[in-house]
């Protein structure tokens, strides 16, 4: 090939590169003309005292991403029934893998546990179904996420302008640069993905150092889990689901009817609903099915079940959780520290 057509070909690629990252640019544009976004600096400004235009500078360098739209409408469990959303979580490199980090962390874990009331194993598959145990802890900026959602996300702007407003809030309160952290696609951050409201409500120093910092201290990641289970109502030494077998006249008006337990577990009981394992008819439940290769399984979700739902309102998550956590203790041989 002659000279003349290397430099054409080259020329030709650069500008076909540089036209793309044009292109890039022009589809995430920043927020600083956005009218939700500049009713929010005012609003910030007043009630908390930001500085103007720094705000303004820091909507312009906030992108929209239509990616994160696009994620926020196919959440997996609305997608999957049970079998299947099973398999994304309990793995055998996701069990392997709690059973190193419970290793790694295990006077942490007792320590929470002891604090807390929320047993080690609980913590261990929440952060292992939330980031693998850190590996995975999001890869969109939490700036971007917040404001993409709140200011272009209708329905649920007035939830994830809270959370903006409460992650700006935090960044401030830590000396941290809000364009610096990263997140999950919904503004979810650190080990446990905690939003920033959760953050600012539960994460504690549980290493005692100064800081709260659940994206690079497990120690803190732990603690902030376990205090948040708590705080919403976790019961120390009480199950989370026991399997029930319906009656043939049991009342199916009833299943997957709520996330909170109304009622007892007599009550089910006498609405068709018998618990399988020993529990006592007075405590809190709730009813609902699992969809398995095999046909439906029934349940009585406790308080516990309850409070997991409290950190991801979905009863298959919760499941999963009650799961994972059962087959890492398994794998470790039982409950040892």
């Not at 003349?4 to 540089?18: E, H, I, M, R």
């Not at 201290?217 to 199950?239: C, M, R």
């Amino acid at each position: 090939m002659k000279t003349g057509a290397l430099v054409l070909k080259w020329t030709s690629g650069l500008l076909f590169g540089v036209g793309l990252a044009l292109a890039a640019c022009a589809q995430e544009p920043g927020h600083g003309d956005n009218a939700n976004a500049q009713k929010f600096v005012e609003y910030m400004v007043e009630e908390h005292q930001f500085d103007r235009e720094t705000l303004q500078d820091l909507m312009r360098k906030a992108k929209r991403k239509d990616s994160i739209l696009r994620a926020i409408q196919r959440p997996a469990e609305k997608a999957k029934p049970w079998y299947e959303y099973r398999k994304l979580f309990l793995t055998p490199q996701s069990i392997a893998g709690g059973v190193d980090f419970w290793d790694n962390n295990a006077e942490v874990l007792a320590e929470a546990e002891k604090k807390y009331g929320v047993p080690a194993e609980i913590i261990v598959a929440i952060i292992g179904i939330e980031t693998r145990y850190g590996g995975n802890m999001g890869g969109h900026r939490v700036l971007d996420a917040l404001s993409t959602l709140a200011f272009n996300y209708p329905r649920r702007s007035a939830f994830f302008t809270k959370e903006l407003e409460h992650y700006l809030l935090l960044t401030r309160d830590q000396g941290i640069d809000p364009l610096t952290l990263k997140g999950s696609y919904a503004g979810a951050m650190g080990y446990g993905q905690f939003m920033p409201s959760s953050y600012r409500a539960y994460a504690v120093d549980f290493s005692n150092d100064g800081k709260v910092d659940i994206w690079n201290n497990p120690q803190d990641a732990i603690g902030s889990v376990a205090n948040y289970l708590a705080q919403h109502g976790w019961k120390s030494g009480e199950p989370i689901a026991v399997l029930s077998i319906p009656r043939p006249n049991a009342d199916m008006t009833i299943v997957n009817n709520t996330l909170q337990p109304e009622w007892t577990v007599g009550e089910l009981a006498e609405k068709g609903f018998t618990a399988t394992s020993q529990v006592s008819p007075e405590m809190p439940a709730t009813v609902f099915s699992l969809q398995t290769e095999r046909g439906k399984q029934y349940w009585l979700g406790l308080n516990n079940f309850s409070t997991i739902t409290s950190y991801n309102r979905s009863r298959l998550y919760a499941m999963a959780v009650n799961e994972l956590a059962q087959e890492i203790v398994k794998a470790r041989g039982g409950k040892s520290y």
